[in-house]
């Protein structure tokens, strides 16, 4: 595999002011598109230093691609420190000067005017890309063996230039990517394993995150072993796989209810509006989701969805006959064909030697059948309960529409 | 200021498979610290391109910071990778291994058992930190000039032994951090900067998110200045600045309400619970928030809000009139004291020439005054737009019980 290194400009990064997730995302591409990135390095806005690490890297590297530090403000430094480490001069680019005098006729000092002009400069010998959108655009440098690419760093400019540059090299297999929910890290991985016995030169990698696991395949130079693999490790996953095509859990759960012709709603109350907003960020959720009701105090529960005051003080809110009642009073909501219940205890404090911290009951009730519940204890803190709640309450959406 | 360095170690993060956070964490700490980070650099699992940027960052830092690796399994080559660059042998820690003997028993493969007690392996004279926490101890390592620190990568395991390695540097002033909201970056810059003409040699940032902009003031050799700053900033901040002390607007809202013994209620539409969820992530929500309805669906904001019929068929769901009567819904919610309802068009769809992609209105409806309206029309796409409508209705709570 081609070696490459990715590099992200900014003292906003280097003081942790602000969290860079363009290294990731360039490294993703790179990666999907057969390199090995060697390093992701943040460099703080400092053009000798910045240069240094440039130099080095391009002794090493088939490709080096820097995003950030391409503005028109003082410390924007990347185009300097590329022209110093490759020993080639700038030179102000005609086309983009013009469109850029455009923009800075409207600012008044003559400073500012020529900062903005900056941003025409580009490195003798550079492929400008992207050159037709807002500010500045990207470069392409050919040196010796490697490529350095400079882009700016605003991510909706960044991607699609990286996309251009990288769209001549996609002839790798891009990883398979199972996303996986009520299963744990290493029970997947025990499923998986057995799976891919018969594909050593496929590589498996595992990731967690509060209720969701991810199995990603990866074999840029074997296509045909890659599918094979896919299969078998699709069967292995079994029910605990909600997407092989990317989509999140909310989306997969939109799209049953639409084929499905349901109407949802939702009663929340440990998750505190979580599945609700998390269903309601799908672009058209509203033409299945019809809401519901946050009811984190008692008494809402009894006054928006009717379950009954004996209920709640002879088995307490979490508890499954709370959950069966608080679904099936989504489920009176109007409109609602199918609807779901999360009642729990996220903690830190509230627990009980009878109900810790984590127990959390849910409710799944239809038109069309029973009310089902389930409980589950979850793992974690405050955030992590809240969130495999969540979780849990849309798989369990999913799984009554895929009819398990 | 002193250079330090921080290494992440992990093919996730070079894959992109997996977002560092670790690194801007800390370098975030490390320049609170008072340390100039001269890099942020994540590598793969491979000991010896770890040994070799190891070696290179000692020789120019006198801190580098190394997290991840330090676990039981095969990829785990922090340790290695750390001996070799410093030309020292790796030691067994007796004390850790009997402590790792016990969960080592556990498992059954022989393998197994001596991949677990590598936990204990220390590089030969590293002071040992955080030993008494589950699994993997930090190392600090004193070498020539600087100092190597070994940590694990779990933040939860990770963070006390930073602050424990940083415990006895903090007498630098820490930077000042004002969290804003309903203000644009421009215009808090705007702000800012003249109340700062005084003060050279503090240090301006602004980081802008959508529905937030903070405002940070470094100067850790001149805590006098800085000072005097922060007082001059603050004025010129105003009621944008809900919090000086790192509290997130849902922490503030939730703050107020206690010491003003408020009981909060919502009904939410575009935002879909995500004020909901975001004033339940703060422990102890339960005591001042009773919850809400997430009013999706035009038939829920009458069946639960009563909002009559004809007021929407008049004036639509996205209208003033529709938020008013939202708010004092969920006003006669039991128990609730103060109520606010948000209804708009987030997009991408919806849009019309009256009423745009982004339109949103709120109100406010409490049980001590009269019922308050407000609208926005906000930027950005779905997500963006929901995120600033959200943070808008905390916002316009929080002013409501600021008394403003």
């Not at 490697?146 to 996309?163: F, K, N, S």
């Amino acid at each position: 595999m081609r070696t490459a290194a990715v590099v992200t400009i900014g003292t906003e990064l280097t003081t942790g002011l602000r969290q860079d997730t363009n290294g990731g995302a360039i490294a993703r591409a790179l990666r999907d598109a057969g390199y090995h990135v060697e390093s992701i390095t943040a460099l703080p806005d400092d053009a000798a230093a910045v240069s240094v690490v440039l130099s080095a890297l391009m002794a090493r590297c088939a490709l080096v691609v820097v995003t950030g530090g391409l503005g028109p403000t003082h410390d924007d430094i990347t185009r300097e420190a590329a022209a110093h480490a490759l020993g080639r001069p700038l030179v102000r680019d005609a086309g983009i000067a013009v469109r850029l005098e455009d923009l800075a006729r409207r600012h008044s000092a003559p400073d500012a005017r020529e900062r903005m002009l900056r941003q025409a400069d580009v490195i003798e010998g550079a492929r400008v890309i992207g050159a037709t959108s807002g500010s500045a655009p990207g470069q392409v440098i050919t040196a010796g063996e490697g490529r350095l690419v400079l882009l700016p760093g605003p991510p909706a400019e960044m991607h699609p230039m990286l996309d251009e540059v990288l769209a001549s090299e996609s002839a790798f297999a891009p990883p398979v990517r199972f996303r996986c929910t009520g299963i744990s890290e290493s029970d997947a991985q025990a499923r998986v394993e057995p799976a891919l016995a018969d594909h050593p030169d496929v590589t498996l990698t595992l990731l967690a995150a509060p209720g969701e696991v991810e199995v990603v395949l990866f074999a840029p130079d074997a296509p045909a072993s890659l599918q094979r693999a896919r299969q078998a490790v699709r069967a292995a996953l079994g029910i605990a796989c909600f997407s092989e095509d990317g989509s999140s859990l909310p989306e997969t759960v939109i799209g049953l209810a639409r084929r499905r012709g349901e109407r949802l709603a939702l009663a929340e109350s440990c998750t505190g509006g979580m599945a609700s907003a998390s269903l309601t960020e799908v672009p058209g959720a509203s033409e299945v989701f019809l809401g519901g009701v946050v009811s984190y105090a008692d008494a809402l529960k009894s006054a928006l969805l009717g379950v009954d005051a004996t209920v709640l003080a002879t088995h307490g809110a979490v508890s499954e006959a709370a959950a069966r009642a608080m679904a099936e009073g989504a489920l009176r909501l109007p409109g609602a064909t199918l609807a779901a219940s999360v009642t729990g205890i996220a903690g830190p404090g509230g627990g009980t030697a009878d109900k810790p911290v984590g127990l959390v009951w849910f409710a799944v009730a239809a038109a069309d059948g029973p009310t089902i519940a389930a409980e589950r204890l979850l793992l974690g803190d405050r955030a992590a309960i809240r969130t495999r709640a969540a979780a849990t309450l849309l798989d369990l959406l999913r799984l009554r529409m895929e009819g398990d």
